[in-house]
């Protein structure tokens, strides 16, 4: 087999190892709530994904990233429209009820335009295409092809990570070693409230060695060369590409954190159900029930100085 062939044989094990990923069942209640949540919209598809889908927390928050044709296809105000195409994705936070249970998520919210430009290697922004080499499922689908499309944007989410992993990654280790400096780098150029043995917990079981997979076949399919000896891996990339690669990667970490701070500001005005959120955040962590009324929950900025002076009389901000 030519050098095209493994290539174009790499990329096909990609595609089958991530589309496989996508399909598989999930519990009930989160197909249910979904089903609720995107009814009467006009959605591509929704993909689940995080700490909730590696292991189930009925107390905890689902988190999904719906993926739109439109800004105008998702129901919400002109200033978060706006909001949304000029700095993506949007945050909103929402509570059904389940079966008699309380369902909670978190739901970001970004055009498939915008999923294809932040999977890219050239994207400065690490966050959507850092969630998206790992796994997720496609919960919700219009069609065949919002499928194709949304699957490809996790091809090119692997690529890139892949890339990124060979050169900041060691000279030569196991699979989980790129992986495992990869994350450490991603959640360094975040604000991020994890601890830094997090990229350990997100490699932690590796289903069905997925990541062990992953690693060399996106290498290959995108022509990186490199040898392997049993499970160890050594990337051909020369000093000169190491350097480069140091450099562009600093400037993203120096504007990884700026689009956070950013991100966080337009959440002030933009974050659906944030007041709802952060009470909950509240009573899990801390067994405090702030008891927001719907007033409160509507118009959270409005009423902050009662809220925090509530918090205050709660004991929330001792030491």
């Known amino acids: 087999m030519d050098d095209v062939g493994r290539d174009s044989f790499a990329a096909g094990r990609v595609a089958r190892i991530l589309a496989e ?30 700490s909730g889908l590696r292991q189930v927390d009925p107390e905890g928050v689902l988190d999904f990233y719906i993926v739109l044709d439109r800004q105008a296809d998702w129901p919400r105000g002109g200033v978060a429209r706006e909001a949304n195409a000029l700095l993506p994705p949007n945050v909103e936070y929402h509570e059904r009820m389940i079966d008699g249970r309380g369902v909670r998520a978190k739901v ?31 919960v919700w689908v219009r069609d065949a092809a919002a499928a194709d499309a949304i699957l490809g ?20 280790g ?9 994350f450490r780098r991603t959640y ?16 932690a079981g590796n289903p069905g060695g997925r990541f062990d997979a992953l690693l060399p076949a996106a290498w290959a399919a995108s022509g990186l060369r ?17 350097a480069r690669a140091g450099r562009q990667w600093r400037m993203r970490a120096e504007l990884g954190r700026p ?33 927001l009324t719907p007033f409160e929950a509507r118009h959270p900025l409005v009423c902050l100085p009662w809220l925090l002076w509530r918090l205050k009389g709660s004991g929330m901000f001792r030491r």
């Open 153 to 172: 944007c996790l091809i090119r989410a692997v690529a890139v990570a892949a890339w990124w992993a060979a050169v900041l990654g060691p000279d030569s």
């Open 188 to 203: 360094a150029a975040e604000l991020r409230v994890e601890g830094g043995d997090r990229s350990i917990a997100l490699l």
């Open 108 to 138: 970001a919210i970004l055009t498939i335009a915008q999923f294809r430009a932040l999977t890219a290697r050239g994207s400065l922004d690490t966050t959507v295409w850092a969630r998206f080499c790992q796994p997720a499922r496609l």
């Open 21 to 50: 990923e996508l399909i598989r069942p999930v519990v009930p209640e989160v197909t249910a709530f979904v089903a609720e949540l995107v009814r009467g919209t006009r959605v591509l598809g929704v993909l689940f994904y995080g």
């Open 226 to 242: 490199f040898v392997q000896e049993g499970d160890r891996l050594c990337p051909a990339v020369s000093a000169e590409t190491r």
């Open 259 to 291: 689009l956070n701070v950013a991100r966080l500001f337009k959440a002030a005005f933009t974050f659906v159900g944030g007041a709802r959120y952060i009470a909950w955040k509240i009573r899990r962590h801390r067994g405090f029930d702030l008891a």
């Open 174 to 182: 196991m699979a989980r070693d790129f992986w495992e400096a990869l």
